[in-house]
DNA sequence: GATGAATGAGTATTCATTCAT
DNA sequence: TATGAATGAATACTCATTCAT
């Protein structure tokens, strides 16, 4: 391994160093609430260092949407690699790793959330946007393709396969959006895990021809 | 009319100009991005008097949200009133419904997401948060109600209907949610409104018996 | 006196109790050793009120010259003003009307030379920008009028009255900046005041004609 | 030559090296917006090895003046060395070569003068004052040794040689600031060339005995 | 009640300088 | 010598909130 490669490996293993202190620092937190001091004492490094590696704050914060994405094409690649599956099968791996998604990171929604300010996206440079974008894309189309192998073969009903994607990743963020806000409300019981399940019950046979 | 109730009434015609006054604010700016001073010079008055009505920022931005769960619990009402509607109409209004609620203020809906985002929720006194929860647990078992109608009557499947509620909401906010972010990062057409029909279509025809 | 009228006095007050305080600082402590919490603290107020009243602290620092601007020009319009001094004598006045102005505040020259970056010219209004500019203008004009005066009457050389002005103005500026760098450097006596009246002798010869 | 020998005259390579592109980012971005990395950029040296060279920031800023004084006594050596001139012609010689010294460098000129802010002077070791002493106090001797000889000579006023040349240097610095200044408040036309020449000529008459 | 001037705690970001390699 | 990653102190500026009038 050359020196330049060593270099760049070391400076790769900092990033994630400051990417998982910075993620655990937003989620107990909160965006706003957590200061780059937090996060740099978290990650036992000097404030300054965090700007060697992030433009900024927004820009730090956005970089962690993009490991989940990453993480979630990785695990949609899988669903879809698998050839033993009919579509009705996908639908339920495709339900079990978007959990699993969920379970790496809880923060996602409120992460893709909180890219949605154009405030926030003006500070992010743009490559990261380009990536950003790319990715989302890329994981929409991975499901969509999905979709389409069961509107093909004939078992889900005829609608643009780009548009059930859609429909079911908004289920999912809704899902998870929603609970954690009456988790909150109401100080009960953590139903998250039940209420996803059902709501991709409907939604598959809600997708599905009679 | 009595002096004091004269008084009672003064107070809420101001409550309500502070209310218009930061709902364009905050749909302008964002939360963060706004300031008390934006506000009170919006509606006409001092920075002090908004403290007078609302006892700081979190509150006075949560309670844009309860005028939304108003709204929203007297649309609901009038479609469970309608003894005329077979459940699946009933689920047809309800979407319908639900379309005049986010028409009637659609960015008040983005910010009525941000709000369930639990850094907001925890600001709230407990006073504004017990009302929060009032009305969103009314307007959930309302929504419920019509759910266990069509349990009751043999067309909808067996399930909670409060979960069947819960899974509703969720896909009519995730799915504004999802498609408001594909507009800003893509900056393409708005598909909303199509998307959420197929949405619906979708939910309904899954929580039907075959 | 009317209340709108009383709130401007008092405001005018606030502003140069600030900005006596900046001066008092700024000589101390140079421009980028002084801080904004240093003038609040000799002003007696708050770094936040000291926003109220300037834009930043560029600003804050640009209108210190424009206070000695307008103690310039009203000295110089005293000299013009003197019907009965002849032009040599005017110099010898507006001579003397430097020095005082000198006196006035010794910064004044630190000033002028801060003023020229452009990236502190980026951080000031229009409005302050202009006004400097226009009081610069006008003591320039009223300096050169006295020139045009010898000239006209025959006792100056011909040369553009402006730029005689103008040159008058940089050695008086030179002088001054030159003299306290020789005092750091040699550590030794001010004889700032016996080199200006030298230069100023030098220049009224160079001037008059045979 | 010795291997000792060799090593110092590396060594001073680099420092030059420094120097020149210290002396382009300086007059590109001005004192306080240049920074290390950025000279060391210029410069393709790492940060670290500018402090190898010189002690901080600041020495390496004054060191750029040290090159102009340099330059400056070489010039003034050889009008004060030419036997054939009089009193009155080396004035005019003394200003040629003041033209000169300015064409040389312009901006590092202004950057001379930021430098005799007493802010910045007071930051420097003590061995780098004393030279910028020494070279200074050197080039005001040359200078007054002109005056001197022409006041023996009977041609120039009676007046201490030095304080003549203070105001000449004086003069020169000012009327270049002034004139840069006004450029840049008006954004108008370079007159300095023609302003320095006036202001010159009215030096010398205003130096000759009549 | 209404005002709005004043507050002052809070924080992202920069950059001269160091030091382990 | 040279490097350049890491440091961490330093600071302008904001804005929710208060309170004397």
Known sequence: MG????????RERRRQQIIVAAKRVFSDKGFSKATMEDIAKEAELSPGTLYLYFKNK???YASLSLRILQYLIIRLEHVIGNKELNPEQKIEALTEAMF????????IIINMFHLQSSETLKNLSDDLLAEIETLSRKSLGTMASIFQEGIDQGVFIQQHPVAIADIFWALFSGVILWESSKKILDGKKDYL????KVAFEIFSRGIQKR
Chains 1, 2, 3, 4 share one sequence.
Do not use: G
């Not at 020196?3 to 070391?10: F, G, P």
């Not at 895990?193 to 996803?196: G, I, N, V």
């Open 100 to 107: 699993d998604v969920y379970e790496f990171d809880p923060l």
């Open 193 to 196: 895990k039940d209420t996803l």
């Open 58 to 60: 927004d820009e730090l």
């Open 3 to 10: 020196i330049r490669e060593r270099k760049e490996r070391e």
